[in-house]
Structures are given as C-alpha cells and as structure tokens.
C-alpha cells in the first residue's frame, strides 16, 4: 500500500481535485476578493440549550445575535430595531426573544431608560 504526501489517503495523486488544491496560482493573479462569513456557528450547548425554546423567534434572534457577536469581536450588542429586522421579528417578537434568551440563560441584558436593550453572550459550559 503506498501513502500520499498527508499520509491520510492513498490514492490522491491520481485525484484531480487534490492536484489542483496543490497548485500555485499564478504570479499576476488579479486582487483576491476578501473571504466573507456567509454562516453563522451555533455552539453546541447553545442548541442544546435553545430545545427549551417555545417560540421560533428566539433561534432566530440567538443566530443574528450569534453572529453580530462574532462580527463585533465579543463586544455587547445593542438589540435595535434594525436587528430585529434583520432576523424577520416584530418589536414584540424581539423583546418576547430576549426574554426568552435570558431565561435560557444564553444572555444578559443591561436596560436603561431610552436605549435599546444591549445583550451581553454567555459562555454556556458544555455540562
């Protein structure tokens, strides 16, 4: 049996898709568009957490809250209208969400008079 350069399959040289993912592009390639996140990652003790949901709305909110979170680089979201919005909920969808959430124990929120609600993520432990 031979082994390949990875050592995980044995037959990739023969493979055209592995032979192309090893070329080199070419020197005068034209400017490389920036990768950008089209997926956002629901952590697993999220999802688990998230089957104690009744509404649909609240997974909708936990996504887009998910990921402005990773967007903001960890920093507190200000849940605005334009969130909302963004993940297809009604101001009353979006505060019965947040309620939500936070019973869950998925967010914290800290509310001021006259400032949209700002959610904090929690690191959920796995058990």
């Known amino acids: ?9 044995e037959d990739v040289e023969g493979d055209p898709l592995w032979q ?8 005068n390639n034209p400017k490389r ?3 950008r996140r089209l997926y956002t990652l629901l952590p697993r003790a999220w ?4 089957l104690g949901a009744k509404r649909i709305v609240t997974y909708r909110l936990a996504a887009e809250l ?11 979201i200000a849940v605005t209208g334009k ?4 993940a297809k909920l009604s101001l009353r969808s979006k ?6 959430l936070e019973r869950l ?6 509310r001021g008079p006259r400032r949209s609600p700002r959610a904090v993520l929690l690191h959920v432990p796995t058990r």
Not at 1 to 9: E, I, T, V
Not at 66 to 76: P, V
Not at 105 to 110: A, D, K, R, V
Request: charged content about 25%.
């Open 1 to 9: 049996m031979g082994a390949d350069a990875d050592g995980l399959f």
């Open 95 to 100: 505060s019965n969400a947040l309620a939500e």
């Open 33 to 35: 568009k920036e990768w």
């Open 47 to 50: 999802e688990v957490r998230l």
């Open 105 to 110: 124990g998925l967010i914290e929120m800290e």
């Open 83 to 86: 969130v909302a919005k963004a």
């Open 66 to 76: 998910l990921y402005l979170h990773w967007l903001s680089g960890g920093k507190t």
């Open 20 to 27: 192309a993912a090893r070329q080199e592009q070419p020197a």
